[in-house]
């Protein structure tokens, strides 16, 4: 299980890590927006309370599950609950990456078209709101295995987490 910070790389790392141990992939992100439409239109409709229900329904039905790579969105495992089951099923790990690395990324991919919207950061001042919410979730995060992505390739961080297995 891959948590995180937006723009830490889960996706990106959990595709690789679920191709080298010939597991599958899933994104629950990806998974939130087939069963329930877009995100953006999520939060702006319904608001986070009802993506943190249909967040912690997705952890439900994936920690009963085996042989899979996930990666969650960034504050699916805020809730004990989720943090719980999916850790008792599986190990979690937290990829990090500095808040100049985050807004950089972050920045890159919304020029690229098939990219997520990130609702979290709707605000005029994105690389404040990504410090907020870093220094917010830091906490959070710090409970699990930290896999630092700044500064490093894709092949690195996997064999980081291989090795931690």
């Known amino acids: 299980v891959l948590t995180g910070f937006m723009g830490t790389g889960k996706t990106t790392v959990g595709r690789r890590l679920a191709e080298r141990l010939r597991l599958s992939f899933v ?3 990806d998974l939130i927006g087939l069963r329930h439409g877009p995100i953006p239109a999520i939060f702006d409709t319904l608001g986070e309370p009802a993506f943190r229900a249909w967040d912690a329904g997705v952890a439900r039905d994936l920690a009963s599950r085996n042989g899979l790579v996930f990666a969650t969105g960034g504050g699916l495992l805020f809730d004990a609950e989720n943090a719980r089951r999916l850790g008792a099923t599986g190990r979690i790990f937290c990829l990090v990456a500095d808040a100049d690395e985050l807004h950089r990324r972050i ?4 020029g690229d ?49 291989i090795a931690r297995l």
Request: charged residues 30%; negative net charge.
């Open 27 to 29: 994104d629950t992100d």
């Open 107 to 110: 920045t890159q991919q919304a």
């Open 113 to 161: 078209a098939e990219a997520r919207p990130r609702p979290m950061l709707d605000d005029p001042d994105p690389a404040g709101r990504i410090a907020e919410l870093l220094q917010a979730r830091a906490a959070a995060y710090a409970t699990f295995p930290q896999v630092t992505t700044s500064g490093r390739d894709i092949d690195a961080v996997v064999d980081d987490i």
